[in-house]
């Protein structure tokens, strides 16, 4: 088989992840030439970039995470990815992962297998390992529970304050019973607005923590505490 060969774009992400600094090339490397791993690992050396560093930055770029988002009034109020590892993770690496997935949700969860099939799941959050030809595939999914009860029950309470209103209408009662209607229609505006503003930085930040631990399981050689650099501040919020 031909030496996997990668494009500008890809030269730039790996340098991007192997050093703290982006590099600043000389020369534009022509799309349909690229680099092979030797030689960016030449390049690297000149550098003062470690090859085992770039070789890790490189499998991150060969990985392609199918990103997913469950939309609710043009919210993110779910978030889902998908990512072909590639290769198999043994059981003491499955294990490993599953308490890199309690650290970094900050959640005991419950592990279950079913055959090949493996799952961790806590609430609405859920992490299946899944047997593939070419190895493992990584599925993680979730939604914001609390959220999406919020805007519900927001959405519900202006019903109710709009039936209200329309029977005291009909019944002559309109204004006595203003104040009231107000008061539902006021808390179910509330509830509306404190769950959409949660889901943007939610989303944000389960994204890149799915895809960091995506990364960590792709590879042996990340240590423990790169997680925890990518993807900032934990929450418990599923």
């Known amino acids: 088989m031909a030496e996997r060969r990668y494009d500008d ?7 991007r992840a192997a050093a703290e600094t982006p ?4 020369h534009e490397v ?24 770039i070789a890790h930055a490189a499998r991150g770029v060969d990985l392609r995470p199918v990103a997913a988002a469950r939309m609710f009034l043009g919210l993110p109020i779910g978030v889902s990815r998908t990512v072909q590892l590639n290769r198999r993770l043994s059981d003491e690496e499955w294990e490993r992962f599953v308490v890199q997935l309690r650290e970094v949700f900050n959640a005991r969860g419950r592990t ?15 992490v299946l390992l899944e047997p593939t030809e070419a190895g493992h595939r990584l599925r ?9 009860a919020s805007i519900a029950a ?9 039936v209200t209103a329309a029977v005291a209408a009909f019944s002559g009662t309109l204004g006595e019973a203003l104040y009231g209607i107000g008061f539902i229609a006021v808390m179910g505006t509330g509830m509306i607005v404190s769950g959409a503003l949660r889901l ?8 890149r923590q799915m ?3 995506a990364a960590q399981a792709a590879t042996t050689s990340s240590p423990p505490n790169d997680i925890d650099n990518q993807v900032g501040p934990r929450s418990i919020q599923r």
Do not use: C, Y
């Open 200 to 207: 943007p930085g939610w989303a944000r930040l389960r994204s």
């Open 154 to 162: 927001g959405f519900v309470s202006l019903g109710v304050a709009a």
């Open 211 to 213: 895809e960091a631990l």
């Open 23 to 26: 590099p600043s090339p000389q």
């Open 30 to 53: 022509p799309q349909d030439e690229g680099l092979t791993l030797p030689d960016l690992q030449a390049i690297g050396r000149e550098v003062g970039i470690a090859p085992d560093a």
């Open 9 to 15: 774009k890809e030269i730039a992400a790996i340098f």
């Open 112 to 126: 279950r297998s079913d055959g090949a099939l493996r799952q961790w799941t806590n609430g609405n959050l859920q």
């Open 140 to 148: 993680f999914g979730t939604v914001h529970g609390a959220a999406s």
